[in-house]
């Protein structure tokens, strides 16, 4: 049996009502800008925290791939978002003055290696994959406390609870 962990990291971004998800969104190549060619799994709108949010899953072993990707996330995902959501007659206006940041949902054994390298990245975060399967272990806390901000000083990720959420 498969498991849908797209399915269930959707279900996990949008429990509570406040946050709006497109999947899949095609951001072009821009050529003379140098910035698009990509389609993330997920663009939510946290519309209590007037933020765009990135988000990637995957269930690989090796992140090196995601990385790279968000490594290059201004030119990839939030420079191609802003003029999207900047153009004129957009109906997205409201949208421009929000901030941006990503969520990776990964392997648990890959979090303290991503943490290692984002740790100066205060608009990147990650959550393990294994703790948005189940929605009866997160659904009253995610609810309270919105999408995770897991932001931490130092490459040691926090204690099994916390990432978690």
């Known amino acids: 049996m498969a498991i849908d962990l797209e399915g269930a990291v959707a279900r996990y971004l949008t429990c509570g009502g406040r946050v709006f998800i497109s999947s899949q969104m095609d ?32 269930e690989s072993a090796s992140v090196r791939a995601l990385s790279e990707r968000i490594k290059q996330r201004e030119t990839r995902w939030y420079r191609p978002l802003q003029t999207l959501f900047s153009a004129p007659g957009a109906y997205w206006g409201a949208l421009d003055a929000w901030s941006y940041r990503f969520i990776g949902f990964v392997r648990d054994e890959n979090l303290k290696g991503l943490y290692a390298t984002f740790k100066n990245d205060a608009d990147v975060c990650f959550v393990g994959l ?29 204690p099994e609870s916390e990432t978690t959420l």
């Open 27 to 58: 951001l072009a190549w821009d050529a003379v800008a140098r910035t698009g060619g990509s389609c993330p799994d997920f663009v939510a709108l946290d519309f209590t925290q007037k933020e765009v949010v990135v988000v990637e899953v995957t």
């Open 130 to 158: 294994e703790a948005v399967l189940l929605a009866y272990r997160y659904w009253t806390k995610r609810n309270e406390n919105g999408l995770p901000r897991l932001t931490w000083p130092t490459a040691t990720p926090p």
